[in-house]
């Protein structure tokens, strides 16, 4: 072997005695190798190879390395090969950085594919699509978008100032952040716009030469969480409201009681029982989340401390009914108010007496509940109008937008209310009530 000073430095600690060496002894772990180029070289062929994976000794322990190798004959004066020449570029750091490009991209890709939030790369001013991973696809309906402009793949998110935004990130170089941005997305070509709620970034991202040549937009659908936020707030709002009016009511049933009363002892007896009446249904509406309550479930709640021990003295009957919250609380201070008058004064101050609540719904959504008294004292008009009188008559028909009366027959009290059904349902009865 005859080489020049850059082979030198290729072989390593071979070096000087590799010089002047047979091929086949100074290379001997490519043994098999060489003698595959001698024998083509002195046949008068020709050999070229790139990227060649070799394993060479020439740091006194084996290593990978790789090369663009070219072997051509070498003729003596008659023309016949007598040896071979061998040019032998090394080209394993090109190799294995390329390797490692690869390996990155691909770390980077898989990265990219299984990444929880959503990923798209766009190209050029035009914004075309380059990648996108799964989690925009499935936030864009599962259209295919790769090799469009976003004009193109997502009109409707064009016609919403998207583009626009882009256009401006594309020519300043600067990121856009958004939180929360409400966006309406077309799923299928004849669906409706669908309302979604993202986080989410657009970065530029510059060529070698300092210009902006994509947009990296990542982001996460946060639909569900601005969704429970707006709810909470509800929540709250109707959390505050509910406890103005409760409030508003306790004073109401102090003020009014104190005025109806003669003594400290039947005013804080009075409050104490209509503040438990109010407290029980606000339990009833409380395990129904405030969405309302069952009628039926209310009435009968409202007079169990009425109802005599070892008799039915009190029935109810009517079509099963959900009314609103504010309706229930209604129907729970009623009931509350009736019973305890008929306790004092009316049917079930006698052993003999019952009362019989009924509702029912009639023509054009008419609703009508009676309270009738039977079998107790002949009921008389006393011109008094308490604190109970004034919430059955006036307070609860107009906060139910209908007319109350009752009626003194022989056999005992006849409690008449007529309102609308939407009423009952906490619904305008009347439209732009």
């Known amino acids: 072997m005859i080489y020049n000073d850059a082979y030198s430095v290729f072989a390593g600690h071979r070096h000087p005695v590799l010089f002047g060496s047979n091929v086949r002894e100074g290379w001997a772990e490519v043994a098999d190798f060489n003698d595959n180029v001698m024998k083509v070289g002195l046949a008068g062929g020709t050999l070229a190879y790139r990227d060649q994976e070799l394993t060479l000794h020439r740091k006194g322990f084996p290593e990978k390395v790789w090369m663009d190798l070219f072997y051509s004959p070498v003729p003596n004066e008659s023309g016949t090969p007598a040896g071979v020449i061998a040019v032998v570029v090394e080209t394993t750091d090109r190799v294995l950085a390329e390797r490692r490009n690869r390996e990155e991209f691909q770390r980077l890709q898989n990265l990219f594919e299984q990444a929880p939030t959503f990923m798209?790369?766009?190209?050029?001013?035009?914004?075309?699509?380059?990648?996108?991973?799964?989690?925009?696809?499935?936030?864009?309906?599962?259209?295919?978008?790769?090799?469009?402009?976003?004009?193109?793949?997502?009109?409707?998110?064009?016609?919403?100032?998207?583009?626009?935004?882009?256009?401006?990130?594309?020519?300043?170089?600067?990121?856009?952040?958004?939180?929360?941005?409400?966006?309406?997305?077309?799923?299928?070509?004849?669906?409706?716009?669908?309302?979604?709620?993202?986080?989410?970034?657009?970065?530029?991202?510059?060529?070698?030469?300092?210009?902006?040549?994509?947009?990296?937009?990542?982001?996460?659908?946060?639909?569900?969480?601005?969704?429970?936020?707006?709810?909470?707030?509800?929540?709250?709002?109707?959390?505050?409201?509910?406890?103005?009016?409760?409030?508003?009511?306790?004073?109401?049933?102090?003020?009014?009681?104190?005025?109806?009363?003669?003594?400290?002892?039947?005013?804080?007896?009075?409050?104490?029982?209509?503040?438990?009446?109010?407290?029980?249904?606000?339990?009833?509406?409380?395990?129904?989340?405030?969405?309302?309550?069952?009628?039926?479930?209310?009435?009968?709640?409202?007079?169990?401390?009425?109802?005599?021990?070892?008799?039915?003295?009190?029935?109810?009957?009517?079509?099963?009914?959900?009314?609103?919250?504010?309706?229930?609380?209604?129907?729970?201070?009623?009931?509350?108010?009736?019973?305890?008058?008929?306790?004092?004064?009316?049917?079930?101050?006698?052993?003999?007496?019952?009362?019989?609540?009924?509702?029912?719904?009639?023509?054009?959504?008419t609703f009508e509940l009676l309270w009738i008294e039977k079998g107790g004292p002949v009921a008389t008009e006393t011109g008094h109008r308490g604190f109970g009188s004034r919430l059955i008559l006036h307070v609860l028909p107009k906060q139910l937008q209908g007319s109350a009366v009752i009626d003194y027959h022989p056999t005992g009290i006849v409690f008449r209310l007529t309102t609308f059904l939407q009423a009952v349902r906490d619904e305008p009865a009347v439209d732009g009530i």
């Open 120 to 365: 798209a790369m766009l190209s050029g001013a035009e914004h075309r699509f380059g990648m996108v991973n799964p989690e925009y696809r499935k936030l864009v309906g599962n259209r295919t978008v790769e090799g469009l402009t976003v004009s193109e793949a997502l009109p409707e998110v064009a016609d919403q100032g998207y583009v626009a935004l882009l256009d401006e990130v594309f020519n300043t170089g600067e990121p856009v952040n958004r939180t929360s941005e409400r966006v309406l997305l077309k799923w299928t070509e004849d669906g409706p716009l669908v309302e979604r709620f993202l986080d989410f970034v657009y970065q530029p991202i510059r060529n070698e030469a300092g210009q902006v040549a994509h947009i990296f937009v990542q982001g996460s659908d946060v639909t569900e969480r601005v969704r429970a936020e707006i709810h909470q707030k509800l929540l709250i709002n109707e959390l505050n409201h509910r406890v103005k009016n409760s409030l508003a009511s306790i004073q109401s049933i102090v003020t009014q009681t104190l005025k109806s009363v003669g003594s400290k002892e039947e005013a804080s007896h009075a409050i104490s029982e209509r503040i438990l009446a109010l407290s029980r249904a606000h339990n009833i509406l409380t395990n129904e989340n405030w969405n309302g309550a069952d009628l039926e479930t209310m009435v009968a709640h409202s007079l169990d401390a009425f109802q005599p021990l070892g008799r039915q003295a009190i029935r109810i009957d009517g079509p099963k009914l959900r009314v609103g919250p504010q309706a229930a609380l209604s129907f729970a201070l009623a009931m509350h108010e009736l019973g305890t008058n008929a306790v004092k004064y009316g049917a079930l101050s006698s052993p003999s007496g019952s009362v019989e609540i009924t509702w029912s719904i009639q023509e054009h959504g």
